[in-house]
């Protein structure tokens, strides 16, 4: 779009509405295609408690956790994760859903169905709640580390670059017996001047502070595939990734138009240079991958768009991006 937008907190509001819904289609393979380069700041992040716990690759946060299976009763049980601000008895109560661009402090809870705060949740992967922001037009992710008060306030600080509507996703199981993972998704604010990009393409390569991840594999409607990325430094294999979140890698995966987490699961592997995780997209259409790596001392990001289902459509890519969909330092805070 050539033309700003002026963003207000309502406009935002609107122009979040869930996009189209995409028909189920037959997956296919990956294409091979011309590398590109991905420049952006990438900040230094501390290792993760529990380090050295890393069986695999790790998406979402937990076998069956935040991808919304088995998260209650109701119309939404069967939905992909993050579509639902309210699910399985739980609610999302996002404190600041408006807030400026550049460094902000967001500030939430989840509530229960008596609507009080959930001050008791299950540890997953060194944490008890996993905190996403990503922009609509998907052009910006952060992956954050929120800090929880007694009574179940959780904030956390959080460096946007421009106005325009954003998601947020709470990833998290509550300590309650029986409790299953739950993913819900809360719309964000951020009033300016709005420039919405468009998707990259799909290529099979993403570059990231001299670091090239090579995606592989096939992502398919309705059934079960392998997503595999390869790291490499300077033409050489990585052969020693680093533990974060107790694994080696960290994938996230969002659908364009609505944002809906994919259901990902983590298979076991070594320390690089392959990560590889179980993947089944929802529908056919389009996705945005976020693979979080850690390398000496350093959590890197590197995003891919993959296409679902329809003929003669490649099904990985990456952006010759801005910098803008890189690993948040500032949400890495271990609390």
Do not use: C
């Amino acid at each position: 779009m050539n033309t700003g937008v002026k963003i207000t907190a309502f406009a935002a509001a609107l122009a979040a509405t869930f996009g189209t819904a995409y028909g189920v289609g037959k997956g296919i393979g990956p294409v091979e295609e011309p590398k590109k380069t991905e420049h952006g700041d990438h900040a230094t992040a501390d290792p993760a408690p529990g380090d050295e716990r890393a069986p695999g690759g790790h998406a979402g946060h937990g076998e069956g956790a935040g991808h919304g299976e088995g998260a209650g009763a109701g119309a939404g049980a069967n939905l992909p994760g993050g579509l639902q601000i309210s699910q399985g008895g739980y609610t999302l109560a996002l404190e600041t859903p408006v807030t400026p661009a550049g460094k902000s402090v967001l500030k939430f809870s989840v509530k229960d169905a008596q609507g009080r705060k959930v001050t008791a949740f299950s540890t997953e992967h060194g944490k008890e709640l996993h905190f996403i922001v990503a922009s609509r037009d998907l052009g910006t992710f952060r992956h954050l580390h929120p800090v929880r008060a007694a009574d179940g306030t959780w904030t956390t600080p959080v460096d946007l670059p421009a106005a325009g509507g954003y998601k947020v996703f709470a990833d998290f199981r509550p300590a309650a017996p029986g409790a299953q993972g739950v993913t819900l998704g809360a719309d964000l604010a951020v009033p300016g001047a709005y420039a919405p990009k468009p998707l990259p393409a799909a290529v099979p390569t993403s570059t990231v502070d001299g670091y090239q991840v090579r995606l592989g594999g096939t992502l398919d409607p309705g059934k079960a595939g392998e997503l595999r990325l390869t790291v490499t430094k300077g033409g050489k294999p990585v052969t020693d990734l680093q533990p974060y979140l107790g694994a080696y890698g960290h994938l996230v995966a969002l659908r364009d138009g609505d944002l809906a987490y994919l259901h990902v699961h983590p298979n076991e592997g070594a320390a690089g240079p392959d990560i590889s995780f179980t993947a089944t997209a929802p529908s056919a259409g389009t996705y945005r991958l976020f693979l979080d790596f850690q390398h000496e001392g350093k959590v890197r990001t590197a995003s891919f768009t993959v296409t679902a289902g329809g003929s003669g459509a490649p099904a990985v890519s990456q952006p010759p991006v801005t910098g803008d969909a890189v690993h948040d330092a500032g949400g890495h805070a271990h609390g």
